[in-house]
Nanobody
Framework: QVQLVESGGGLVQTGGSLRLSCTAY????????MGWFRQAPGKEREFVAA????????VYVDTVKGRFTISRDCAKKSLYLQMNNLKPEDTAVYYC?????????????????WGQGTQVTVSS
């Protein structure tokens, strides 16, 4: 059974940092893009960041550029999201996504596998 398991979420004050991790079980995703999405209460799930299969290309939503960094460790079958200078508007459930299609990395429909999500709450 294929599973993506996120961890690292929590409660942090404005300006603080968190590092999210996502580990794949059941198979590897070394040949495809992976991404992070988030969903705030009452809102649709939105794209945050994506990384291509060899980690040479990354893309971010404008609102997190310069604050968030996506990375991956294929040997550990893991994906990471380093989040710095967090703001209250970053509060959401963050989801890891895998098996992404290169032309759709910013779309929820572009991925075949999803984690269960981890809550990030930024207090003002």
């Amino acid at each position: 059974q294929v599973q993506l398991v996120e961890s690292g979420g929590g409660l942090v004050q404005t300006g603080g940092s968190l590092r999210l991790s996502c580990t794949a079980y059941g198979r590897t995703f070394g040949n495809s893009a992976m991404g992070w999405f988030r969903q705030a209460p009452g809102k649709e799930r939105e794209f945050v960041a994506a990384i291509n299969w060899n980690a040479r290309s990354t893309v971010y939503v404008d609102t997190v550029k310069g604050r968030f960094t996506i990375s991956r460790d294929c040997a550990k079958k893991s994906l990471y999201l380093q989040m710095n200078n967090l703001k209250p508007e970053d509060t959401a459930v963050y989801y890891c996504a895998a098996e992404g299609r290169s032309s759709l990395v910013a779309a929820t429909t572009g991925y075949d596998y999803w984690g269960q999500g981890t809550q990030v709450t930024v207090s003002s």
